[in-house]
């Protein structure tokens, strides 16, 4: 079993920072980060291999959000910059027993219980 943690969510003005993190209790191989905004489905956001270090983004935010892990601590952030108000949703952590899959929400097997980003105009 593995639990989540975030933290790191907010208010924050269009063009600005933050960034998130989420803190795993267990060995994942995979960790991923969805959001989801209210009236839409739960979307994937980023991933990263554990052991072989590769990442993923979704097309939306590949070049403004980076994915990162602190294996010594056992955490994975998500730095995300130059956030626009579409940005706005609940974000969550996710982990798979396995190596990367897909984008999809039955290739996780873990969720945190989601952080809040609010991105005003």
């Known amino acids: 079993q593995v639990q989540l943690v975030e933290s790191g969510g907010g208010l924050v003005q269009a063009g600005g920072s933050l960034r998130l993190s989420c803190a795993a209790s267990?060995?994942?191989?995979?960790m991923a980060w969805f959001r989801q905004a209210p009236g839409k489905e739960r979307e994937f956001v980023a991933a990263?291999?554990?052991?072989?270090?590769?990442?993923y983004y979704a097309n939306s935010v590949k070049g403004r959000f980076t994915i990162s892990r602190d294996t010594a601590k056992n955490t994975v952030y998500l730095q995300m910059n130059s956030l626009k108000p579409e940005d706005t949703a609940v974000y969550y952590c996710?982990?798979?027993?396995?190596?990367?899959?897909?984008?999809?929400?039955?290739?996780?097997?873990?969720w945190g219980q989601g952080t809040q980003v609010t991105v005003s105009s």
């Open positions: 996710t982990a798979s027993r396995d190596y990367y899959k897909g984008r999809g929400l039955a290739d996780y097997d873990y």
């Open positions: 267990g060995r994942a191989i995979t």
């Open positions: 990263i291999s554990w052991a072989r270090v590769t990442t």
